[in-house]
């Protein structure tokens, strides 16, 4: 497989943390280096219409920032990321990837996650947002379902809090063999299930779920709304990150006209994740 890398420079200080939402919807991740932005899309086979509309998201958000494109890179993930990716230790849970798992503590509570593209490693302030929610939330036995699961952190965690079925949804084909070897090699595979498709079509076959964890853009969690809530069981939470600070009062009053409310809520720097029930 070869990769897109994208390096942004020159980002407006207001906007770096729309491009870096920008960056990580087209590639999953985003290195920091320096003031410079980091992140690659495969090449095959949507990476042109990928790279494009990344490309084009980070002069909407930011105008003036320099956006350097380097096609046809092959690159060994299990070195590119080593010097970047570090332990992230978020209440009673630990993420961190392998080369660090023998310092990662209880097994029971350590999530090991080979980055890959370095997605889903607990770097991103929404990820941790979500684990520290979700250990408020998920009960032993529960049903949860992991919504654009990515590298399967959340759903791995959710099996370690307790969950005795956990389903990991990701429409990304590109994710699933790295969520499918995570849940392998955390040893819960005989309670998380990868599955690859749209959770709008997947919520209503598996419903009712206890825990519904979405950590996405936004503008997603508002077009999945109606299908997580018809899909929540009675007495069933949903955790909603991937949010930008500025947006809590339109996303509250949004999801709340939607038959929604609030529960609980987390923010580090300009992101926020909120714990939402069916009003």
Do not use: Y
């Not at 955390?186 to 990868?194: D, T």
């Not at 709304?225 to 339109?250: H, K, N, T």
């Amino acid at each position: 497989m070869s990769w897109t890398q994208l390096r942004v420079s020159a980002v407006d200080a207001e906007a770096r943390d729309l491009v870096i939402g920008a960056l990580v919807a087209a590639g999953g991740s985003c290195a920091e280096e320096g003031d410079t932005l980091v992140t690659f899309v495969l090449d095959e086979p949507d990476g042109e219409a990928s790279v494009s509309a990344a490309r084009g998201a980070v002069l909407a958000a930011s105008p003036g920032a320099d956006v350097a494109l380097t096609p046809g890179l092959t690159i060994d993930w299990s070195t590119q990321w080593p010097t970047r990716v570090g332990m992230q230790r978020v209440g009673a849970l630990t993420v961190a990837p392998p080369w660090l798992a023998d310092d990662a503590g209880d097994p029971a509570r350590a999530i090991i996650i080979e980055p890959a593209m370095a997605f889903g490693t607990g770097e991103h302030p929404t990820t941790r947002g979500v684990l520290r929610l979700m250990q408020r939330v998920v009960r032993p036995g529960d049903f949860v379902a992991d919504l654009g699961a990515g590298s399967a952190v959340l759903a791995i965690a959710a099996a370690k809090l307790g969950a005795s079925r956990v389903l990991a949804v990701e429409l990304d084909p590109d994710a699933i063999g790295n969520a499918e070897e995570n849940v392998e090699r955390n040893a819960v595979s005989h309670r998380v299930s990868v599955l690859e498709g749209d959770a709008v079509l997947v919520l209503p076959l598996v419903a009712p779920v206890r825990v519904i964890l979405a950590n996405i853009i936004s503008s997603v969690l508002r077009a999945l709304s109606p299908a997580m809530l018809a899909a929540l069981a009675p007495d069933g939470r949903a955790i909603l990150s991937g949010m930008l600070v500025a947006e809590r009062d339109e996303m509250r009053a949004a999801l709340e006209r939607d038959g929604w409310r609030f529960d609980d809520e987390d923010a580090e720097g300009d992101w926020w994740s909120a714990t939402v029930g069916r009003r």
